[in-house]
């Protein structure tokens, strides 16, 4: 049966290379991961003070929306600070800005002195393709021009995205 010749080849498998070299990855990124689920509230304890200054209006201009906002998570006491900009996922007809899901992401990269920018952008059905791209870009074209106003570093501008996020900034 199907069952018993994949039995086989596990059985030949672990002859060849030996069982404990087939475990051992596995027990290794069991490990990995119980470790960052315990440091990531260590994380967060030990992040530096920040400046967070949210719903800030990037485009005012014809058909402007109040999805056009941005909240930008800033280190305090830096200097030409490099900036993840962050996209929201969403399917392209939800999600949000807010910092409730970003909680790990904000202090992994606010304590390593680097600072977020996440960005709203209007959603379907409301809007069709490629508004979404062109809110996104308009967001993005504001803190790269209002970059020195925030001590941000526009040479160092890294994008990033979660699902329908990832593809406005691909």
């Known amino acids: 049966s199907h069952y018993r010749i994949r039995r ?3 059985r030949e498998a672990s002859a060849l290379i030996g069982e404990e070299t087939m475990i051992r990855p596995v027990r290794e990124v069991l490990i990995f991961l119980v470790c960052v689920t315990l440091a990531a509230p260590m994380v967060l304890q030990g992040q530096s003070e920040r400046r967070v200054i ?3 209006q990037y485009y005012s201009g014809p058909g402007s929306d109040p ?22 996922g ?14 790990n992401f904000l202090g992994l990269f606010l304590s390593r002195g680097v600072a977020v920018a996440s960005t709203n952008y209007q959603v379907s059905p409301a809007v069709k ?10 967001a993005f074209a504001w803190v790269h021009r ?5 001590s941000l570093d526009p040479d160092s501008f890294f ?5 329908a996020g990832g ?3 691909a």
């Open 67 to 88: 999805a056009h906002t941005l909240d930008l998570y800033l280190p305090e006491g830096k200097t030409k600070t490099p900036l993840i900009f962050f996209v929201h």
């Open 129 to 138: 393709h490629p508004v979404h791209i062109q809110d996104v870009a308009r």
């Open 90 to 103: 969403g399917a392209w007809s939800g999600g949000d800005k807010s910092p409730e899901g970003l909680v």
């Open 146 to 150: 209002n970059a020195s106003s925030y």
């Open 8 to 10: 086989h080849q596990v």
């Open 54 to 56: 949210q719903n800030i």
């Open 167 to 169: 593809h406005l900034v």
């Open 159 to 163: 994008i990033a995205g979660h699902s």
